[in-house]
């Protein structure tokens, strides 16, 4: 008897557990753009096109190694628009009773899947290197879920950067070695670009006239579509950038967007590239000699440590995570993220960033933006639908965790062990943005006062029944103390007076 195998536009892997457990010659790959999918945010242009054009080559691929694929493209007139109409057009059209699916990395779609009158086998995504399982597993019984910890298990579990059952070096982290501020000049010209080909142009083409509107540019696009690029790429990394990436982990410069970033994490995403290749990949370079121990522990960090450890929280977590406010913020998302002017330099730096290219690197995502929406207390729901609209590699179960839990604190420290805050010393230790802003960053207040550095007293001093136990906060609040009692008033004045014209949608 046929079924029906479903293939979603971010499980573009040959190895996929749906596909595993399919049979070529009797079963029905079904893949289809729809309206449903492109319009639950409204994504950022380039990310709707990187995923219809990778979906289209997907779909070469597969009927090339002897499937049958019924694709369904976003313009065809049969077109039901969502995921679940088009399963069930599929079986109406091919007598299927059964679904084969990997299960959705989003709550929101699972549930649809569920809910469907077909019986419908979600199956684990095989492709991360923990499961759910074993996630729930390690979390078990635990007081506080640190990624660190998590982080070792699963370097024990795949031998990475090991020596028997001993980190390589000594240590399991090297971050005391990183982190540098940000160099003079960078060595290398960004990722790897690749030209439109002619299936790709006629996608652009398609995303212009149907989402073109959308907060995003979708031109100039030079993502990789396919397998093959995304390792192009992937090499391109370790060979040139890799070397620089821990010591530059967390640098920001306005003409630099990349700077030694991989800009991997859309085609790990989309399943261009599977996490555990790249990470043997990065620490093959180490044992090369060709890239230090920091920068491939780091790196390798990111992807067997955070990447996993987010994942394991948002399905440990379930649906009602996307709703947590802990800290009990209402401001609306200003206008600023949106690109309204601003006259702080490294949010508009941001911001243009983000709406020209889909992407900003870490830092820029917790420092800048997310510091900011943080101590001006903005509404967490809308902060993470921003995130998620805003970055071609936004998919719910690596956004939410990040926004919310790292980047919020909405969670209440399920992830954060203190709040990720900030005042303007530490970005412009970090970037070169303060030397071109209309603010001063050595002015704590008064005109011209950087407003984080205001920003920042005023969020320590209205959390402080949630935060003055916490160890790690002790210094920050001995530091407000000692301030005398004046400049701690008009510290919060100004604070205030800031917040108040940020929510009258004044230019600040
Ligand atoms: P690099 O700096 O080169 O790092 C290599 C890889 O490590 C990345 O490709 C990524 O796969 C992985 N990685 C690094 N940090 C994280 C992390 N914190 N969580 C998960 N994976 C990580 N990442 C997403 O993939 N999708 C998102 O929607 C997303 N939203 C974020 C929202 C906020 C508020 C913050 C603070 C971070 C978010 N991140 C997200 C994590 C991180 O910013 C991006 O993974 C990274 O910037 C991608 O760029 P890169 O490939 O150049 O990464
Ligand atoms: C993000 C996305 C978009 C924009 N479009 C499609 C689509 O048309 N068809 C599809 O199968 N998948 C798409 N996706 C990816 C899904 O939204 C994604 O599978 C879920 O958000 C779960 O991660
Ligand atoms: Fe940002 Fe303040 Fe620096 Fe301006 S002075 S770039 S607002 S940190």
Redesign the pocket.
């Known amino acids: 008897m046929t079924r029906l195998v479903?293939?979603?536009?971010?499980?573009l892997s040959e190895d996929l557990s749906a596909l595993r457990m399919a049979d070529r010659k009797t079963d029905i790959v079904v893949?289809?753009?729809?309206?449903?999918?492109?319009t639950?945010v409204q994504?950022h242009p380039k990310?709707?096109a990187l995923?219809?054009a990778a979906?289209r080559k997907f779909a070469v691929r597969l009927r090339a190694d002897g499937w049958e694929v019924r694709y369904c493209e976003?313009d065809d007139t049969a077109n039901s628009g969502s995921?679940p109409a088009e399963l069930l057009r599929r079986a109406e059209e091919t007598g299927a009773q059964e679904v084969i699916a990997t299960r959705?990395?989003?709550w929101?779609?699972i549930t649809l899947l569920d809910e469907m009158p077909l019986t419908v086998h979600q199956l684990e995504d095989t492709r991360f290197i923990a499961s759910t399982r074993e996630f729930e597993a390690w979390a078990k019984g635990r007081k506080a879920l640190r990624m660190e910890y998590f982080y070792r298990e699963m370097r024990r579990k795949t031998g990475l950067l090991m020596e028997g059952d001993q980190p390589i070096g000594g240590q399991w982290n090297y971050d005391h070695d990183n982190r540098k501020p940000a160099p003079e000049s960078i060595d290398i010209s960004g990722p790897l670009r690749f030209t439109p080909d002619a299936m790709v142009q006629e996608v652009l083409d398609l995303v212009e006239a149907r989402f073109g509107s959308s907060f995003g540019e979708l031109r100039p696009f030079h993502f990789a579509t396919d397998q093959g690029q995304a390792h192009h790429a992937l090499a391109h990394f370790i060979r040139y950038a890799l070397p620089k990436f821990g010591d530059f982990q967390d640098a920001m410069l306005s003409d630099h967007r990349f700077l030694y970033h991989a800009l991997i994490s859309p085609y790990l995403n989309?399943g261009l590239l599977l996490p555990l290749e790249v990470c043997q990949a990065a620490e093959r370079a180490y044992f090369r000699g060709e890239a230090p121990l920091n920068a491939v522990e780091g790196f390798i960090r990111q992807i067997l440590g955070w990447r996993e450890y987010v994942r394991g929280i948002y399905f440990l977590e379930g649906p009602e995570y996307t709703r947590s406010n802990e800290l009990g913020h209402h401001r609306a998302l200003p206008d600023l993220y949106w690109g309204a002017e601003t006259r702080m330099r490294c949010l508009s730096n941001a911001v243009e960033q983000t709406r020209e290219e889909g992407y900003a690197h870490h830092i820029q995502r917790l420092m800048v933006t997310g510091n900011f929406a943080l101590l001006a207390g903005v509404n967490p729901a809308e902060v993470h639908d921003w995130y998620l609209r805003v970055y071609v590699d936004a998919?719910?179960?690596v956004e939410a965790p990040n926004t919310l839990g790292m980047s919020q604190f909405a969670d209440g420290g399920v992830i954060a062990s203190k709040p990720y805050v900030s005042s303007g010393s530490y970005i412009n230790r970090m970037s070169d943005y303060c030397k071109s802003c209309h603010y001063s960053v050595s002015k704590k207040t008064g005109e011209g006062a950087c407003p984080f550095n205001l920003l920042y007293w005023h969020f320590l001093d209205r959390h402080r029944a949630l935060f003055d136990g916490n160890p790690r906060m002790g210094n920050m609040y001995g530091t407000w103390d000692r301030m005398d009692a004046d400049r701690r008033k008009t510290v919060l004045d100004e604070a205030e007076d800031f917040l108040d014209r940020l929510s009258k949608g004044q230019t600040v």
């Open positions: 479903l293939v979603l536009g971010d499980q893949m289809a753009e729809v309206e449903q999918e492109a639950y994504h990310k709707i995923i219809f979906m976003l995921i959705p990395g989003e929101r779609l989309i998919f719910e179960w």
